[in-house]
């Protein structure tokens, strides 16, 4: 007799696919740079020397007027902290203090003359990062959270930008990553990043359409005590975000600002003594120059992509903070894989997203330490990245799973095949390790396996 479990499961994986085909062909992903533009945007820029003296002693004291705002609370979905909207061209009003006059002076940096209308831009969504000098930031897309929230699909900006308040705490890391569908990143694995470590009045920009975050484990310094890593974030927009998270100032909260830094309304829109700041390239270029796995002296630095899944990757952690152009290949990155949890139902959805063939890797929590297992799992699958949706897979939450794919739980960690197109079920024998996966995976494309009898 079929297992209840089985076939409730069953029941649900044929309701839940119905409905994702659904959602999949409502879903969308739009911002970034426009394509079409005659002058394109760089991917990555920086700016030492960015905004004047008078201006930035403004924005220390907008900062600290903004944690407090945000801190309140409005009451916004998923606990979400407000951002502010300064509109541009149709609707601008002249700067009332010192982040208003900042926008103005980076628009003519980041977005000079005609290239803010080829590029579409209707405004600047603005807001502060005040931080203890050891947090780091998740990766994410900066997105429009009210369209995320309630419309469920990814509404991106065209360009970011990051300005360093204060020489403290980590670098930014935003990788040559961007949404296909809201589920699927492309390239699945990063293959160049630029890291930009905080440098007073330091001024990067970055493509709006890239995963990015801040990574604590690459930090240089250990900044005095009671220091905070401060910066002013810009996001220049094709579209104008929704309300509740990003919308102009009210009366109330104007008032706040202009008593901080109203003074600095005054002064004229104008500053041309900023520096571009070129990048160091580290291993970019030729294939055969990007760093690799051969350089066992680089560490391996761990971070999480969204939902917490967890990635390596090498870098040569440098010793000045600096701006660098990283490129990888080999299984000197590693990540793109998901862990499976049939009680989740993003877990699910990003199981049937594609046709492609599904890899699992089965495990038990209680007798296995999971990190090393990942890495030697993605080490051995790192060629054929592109080809799988790749997942872990822990046995409490994916009993039926195991039992579907014919997976003993006492035979774990076990990896298994799933063909979901032609319902063929593959499951590898014998002692887990790299060599012996990595022949499983190649005898698989190579139609050499025979399918099990599950």
Same mark, same amino acid.
């Given at each position: 007799t079929m297992n209840f479990r089985v076939v409730l499961l069953r029941v649900f994986v044929v309701l839940f696919l119905a409905v994702a085909e659904e959602f999949a062909l409502a879903a969308s992903v739009t911002g970034g740079p426009n394509l079409n533009a005659e002058t394109k945007l760089p991917l990555f820029t920086s700016k030492l020397n960015a905004l004047p003296d008078d201006v930035l002693d403004g924005l220390l004291l907008d900062a600290w007027v903004h944690d407090g705002i945000a801190k309140a609370g409005l009451g916004l979905k998923h606990s979400k902290l407000p951002t502010n909207w300064f509109p541009l061209g149709k609707g601008e009003r002249k700067p009332r203090f010192a982040s208003e006059v900042a926008i103005k002076l980076l628009q003519e940096m980041d977005i000079p003359g005609d290239i803010m209308t080829q590029h579409n831009i209707k405004g600047a969504e603005w807001w502060f990062q005040v931080r203890g000098k050891g947090d780091s930031?998740?990766?994410h897309y900066d997105k429009d959270e009210a369209v995320?929230? &309630?419309?469920?699909?990814l509404s991106l900006p065209a360009l970011g930008s990051v300005t360093y308040l204060t020489p403290f705490g980590a670098p930014t890391v935003v990788f040559n990553q961007t949404s296909v569908d809201g589920n699927v990143n492309s390239p699945?694995?990063?293959?160049?990043?630029?890291?930009?470590?905080?440098?007073? &009045?330091?001024?990067?920009?970055?493509?709006?359409n890239l995963m990015h975050g801040v990574l604590n484990d690459l930090t240089l310094d250990n900044p005095p005590k009671g220091e905070s890593r401060i910066t002013f974030l810009v996001n220049w927009w094709g579209t104008v975000p929704k309300p509740p998270n990003c919308k102009q100032l009210s009366v109330e909260h104007s008032a706040l600002f202009i008593d901080a830094s109203g003074s600095i309304a005054k002064r004229k829109l104008e500053w041309n003594k900023w520096i571009s700041n070129d990048l160091t390239t580290i291993a970019v270029g030729d294939e055969e120059n990007r760093i690799d796995d051969e350089e066992d002296d680089l560490p391996m630095i761990r971070y999480l992509l969204p939902p917490k899944e967890p990635y390596w990757m090498k870098f040569p952690v440098p010793e000045i903070a600096d701006d660098f152009l990283v490129g990888w290949k080999g299984t000197s990155m590693l990540g793109g894989v998901d862990e499976l949890d049939l009680f989740n139902g993003d877990s699910i959805n990003r199981v049937f997203a594609s046709q492609k063939p599904k890899i699992f890797l089965f495990y038990d929590n209680d007798k296995h330490v999971v990190d090393p297992l990942r890495v030697i799992f993605m080490k051995a699958i790192r060629p054929f990245y592109e080809d799988f949706l790749a997942f872990t897979a822990e046995k409490k939450v994916t009993l039926d799973a195991m039992e579907q794919l014919g997976v003993d739980e006492h035979s774990l960690p076990a990896v298994c095949i799933h063909d979901t197109v032609t319902d063929k079920k593959y499951l590898m024998r014998g002692m887990f390790s790299e060599k012996k996966t990595r022949v499983f995976v190649t005898d698989f494309w190579n139609g050499l396996l025979t399918p099990s009898t599950k």
């Open positions: 930031i998740d990766f995320a929230s &309630n419309e469920m699909r699945v694995l990063p293959e160049e990043g630029g890291v930009f470590y905080p440098v007073f &009045n330091k001024h990067i920009t970055f493509h709006g």
